[in-house]
T-cell receptor
Framework: EDKVVQSPLSLVVHEGDTVTLNCSYE??????LLWYKQEKKAPTFLFML????IEKKSGRLSSILDKKELFSILNITATQTGDSAVYLC????????????FGKGTHLIIQP | GAGVSQSPSNKVTEKGKDVELRCDPI?????LYWYRQSLGQGLEFLIY????????KSGLPSDRFSAERTGGSVSTLTIQRTQQEDSAVYLC?????????????FGQGTRLTVV
């Protein structure tokens, strides 16, 4: 059974801090790894990673994948209160299913 | 429409009753996904539609759950004889083509509470 594990489950930091969120996975047929930000109910897409060692960057957010060690990290630098959200990691493993396997998420709280 | 629209946004139902959840995807999106998010859990894949057909129903948790899509647009997820463990947020997403998760947009979800 495909599995995605995120850590930590929750994290509280102060504005301006840098955070690193972790995602490890065990899947039978890896196609890609995706990060989403979930505020309230609707997740919004952040990054898709398919190749090891290539950093994806968008503003203060960046992410990288290690396909040998089967994990990814999401970094947020100079955090702001608007970064408070649940960050979800998901793996697209194909295998006949077009759905994603999600981790439980990291609940990030940025204190002013 | 401008975004994925789900209704109702909240639903409280008595155990044993049937419920119907609706998803109106972005116009022109052929792929539609249903997910369920229980408290403190990640999203759990339920079913995927490409057009009106559902090539993958593997995620439906029991035969009380069914879904259909008509006209390649609106989809309904039906839960019969609801149980308390069905309480969750049900999220719908759509994308232009199947497997294009980078282009998938999520609706605001329906929060289902079974009492």
């Amino acid at each position: 059974e495909d599995k995605v594990v995120q850590s930590p489950l929750s994290l509280v930091v102060h504005e301006g801090d840098t955070v690193t969120l972790n995602c490890s996975y065990e899947v039978t047929n890896f196609r890609s790894l995706l990060w989403y930000k979930q505020e309230k109910k609707a997740p919004t897409f952040l990054f898709m990673l398919t190749s090891s060692g290539i950093e994806k960057k968008s503003g203060r957010l960046s992410s990288i994948l290690d396909k040998k060690e089967l994990f990814s990290i999401l970094n947020i630098t100079a955090t702001q209160t608007g970064d408070s959200a649940v960050y979800l990691c998901a793996v697209d493993s194909g295998g006949g299913a077009d759905g994603l396997t999600f981790g439980k998420g990291t609940h990030l709280i940025i204190q002013p | 429409g401008a975004g994925v629209s789900q209704s109702p946004s909240n639903k409280v139902t008595e155990k044993g009753k049937d419920v119907e959840l609706r998803c109106d995807p972005i116009s022109g999106h052929t792929a539609l996904y249903w997910y369920r998010q229980s408290l403190g859990q990640g999203l759990e894949f339920l079913i995927y539609f490409q057009g009106n057909s559902a090539p993958d129903k593997s995620g439906l948790p029991s035969d009380r759950f069914s879904a259909e899509r008509t006209g390649g647009s609106v989809s309904t997820l039906t839960i019969q004889r609801t149980q308390q463990e069905d309480s969750a947020v049900y999220l719908c997403a759509s994308s232009q083509r199947g497997g294009r998760h980078t282009e998938a947009f999520f609706g605001q979800g329906t929060r289902l509470t079974v009492v």
